[in-house]
């Protein structure tokens, strides 16, 4: 399957940043080839995209199925795998924005082409970012890793395991006990718990929710217990590829803000942040996105 993507694009770069935001996805060691594991009803198919492009001006990702287990529907899968890749995401006007603004500017050539992979599940990425709540990213991507071996699905291929976070029965029917090897706290393993339970008993149809208009998504979301705009707006962006400014919340924001506006160590004030960005009007969250992005590719 072949999905022609808006210009510019790069797949390296794109293969590469996806693993900040997604523990669970492999790229090749040249960030040609990236490997996920998605669930797909009641099966679960181990997708691998690359770059199919025939220039720089027809761009396209190639998406090909390595193996499957259960029954895989083929329309339900080309249309997870449309998502997953967001073709009509384009870049061009913001980066036209940022050449005249020199902070903006070195990043946009730094990331030249970036595009975001969206989880194929919003329900999967507001799981992710509550596991992510105030603790570092090596640590995160450590328990979410963990939390996909204990209860998620797998399939091996090549030498490799690849695993799906666990479906919302999973969560539903653990305990805290069950759930201590996550390392975040006991408050957040309820929160897991009541999210699953949420999508089960139709509290929340999050696969409906996800279609939804931004506004809504996001009201939504920050109406449950739990999850507050920083959660929100990274579940929105890995999800929806939509970003929502991120906040002064984010530490790592404020840190390479510090570093890439103003040249300076530690992190700046949250007010200097949040004033940083709201210049930036309609740009904010795309702008913060690209900062954040920069930053984890040169530190991490």
């Given at each position: 399957?072949?999905?022609?993507?808006?210009?510019?694009?790069?797949?390296?770069?794109?293969?590469?940043?996806?693993?900040?935001?997604?523990?669970?996805?492999?790229?090749?060691?040249?960030?040609?080839?990236?490997?996920?594991?998605?669930?797909?009803?009641?099966?679960?198919?181990?997708?691998?995209?690359?770059?199919?492009?025939?220039?720089?001006?027809?761009?396209?990702?190639?998406?090909?199925?390595?193996?499957?287990?259960?029954?895989?529907?083929?329309?339900?899968?080309?249309?997870?795998?449309?998502?997953?890749?967001?073709?009509?995401?384009?870049?061009?006007?913001?980066?036209?924005?940022?050449?005249?603004?020199?902070?903006?500017?070195?990043?946009?050539?730094?990331?030249?082409?970036?595009?975001?992979?969206?989880?194929?599940?919003?329900?999967?990425?507001?799981?992710?970012?509550?596991?992510?709540?105030?603790?570092?990213?090596?640590?995160?991507?450590?328990?979410?890793?963990?939390?996909?071996?204990?209860?998620?699905?797998?399939?091996?291929?090549?030498?490799?395991?690849?695993?799906?976070?666990?479906?919302?029965?999973?969560?539903?029917?653990?305990?805290?006990?069950?759930?201590?090897?996550l390392k975040i706290t006991f408050i957040r393993m309820r929160v897991l718990?009541?999210?699953?339970?949420?999508?089960?008993?139709?509290?929340?149809?999050?696969?409906?929710?996800?279609?939804?208009?931004?506004?809504?998504?996001?009201?939504?979301?920050?109406?449950?217990?739990?999850?507050?705009?920083?959660?929100?707006?990274?579940?929105m962006i890995r999800a929806l590829g939509h970003y929502v400014y991120l906040?002064?919340?984010?530490?790592?924001?404020?840190?390479?803000?510090?570093?890439?506006?103003?040249?300076?160590?530690?992190?700046?004030?949250r007010n200097v942040t949040d004033s940083t960005f709201a210049s930036f009007?309609?740009?904010?969250?795309?702008?913060?996105?690209?900062?954040?992005?920069?930053?984890?590719?040169?530190?991490?």
């Amino acid at each position: 399957m072949i999905i022609p993507i808006q210009p510019p694009f790069d797949f390296r770069k794109t293969a590469r940043a996806a693993g900040y935001y997604f523990a669970l996805g492999k790229a090749s060691a040249d960030h040609a080839v990236y490997r996920k594991l998605i669930r797909i009803g009641k099966g679960v198919a181990l997708v691998e995209l690359s770059d199919a492009s025939e220039s720089p001006h027809h761009p396209a990702v190639r998406a090909e199925v390595l193996a499957h287990r259960g029954n895989v529907s083929e329309s339900h899968l080309i249309d997870t795998l449309t998502h997953m890749v967001n073709p009509q995401a384009q870049r061009q006007t913001f980066y036209d924005y940022a050449a005249s603004i020199p902070a903006l500017n070195t990043t946009v050539e730094y990331l030249y082409g970036l595009h975001t992979l969206r989880a194929e599940s919003l329900f999967d990425a507001l799981i992710l970012t509550v596991i992510e709540q105030q603790i570092a990213l090596k640590a995160a991507q450590q328990a979410e890793r963990w939390f996909a071996a204990w209860g998620g699905e797998s399939i091996c291929y090549g030498g490799e395991t690849f695993y799906t976070l666990p479906a919302p029965e999973r969560i539903a029917a653990a305990t805290v006990d069950d759930l201590i090897p996550l390392k975040i706290t006991f408050i957040r393993m309820r929160v897991l718990m009541a999210l699953a339970n949420l999508a089960l008993n139709g509290g929340i149809n999050f696969d409906q929710l996800r279609c939804a208009p931004a506004d809504e998504v996001y009201t939504t979301l920050i109406g449950l217990k739990g999850v507050g705009h920083w959660t929100a707006a990274w579940a929105m962006i890995r999800a929806l590829g939509h970003y929502v400014y991120l906040g002064s919340a984010d530490v790592a924001l404020r840190a390479a803000v510090n570093h890439y506006f103003y040249g300076l160590p530690g992190r700046a004030d949250r007010n200097v942040t949040d004033s940083t960005f709201a210049s930036f009007g309609e740009y904010a969250g795309t702008a913060a996105y690209h900062i954040i992005m920069r930053w984890a590719l040169e530190k991490y």
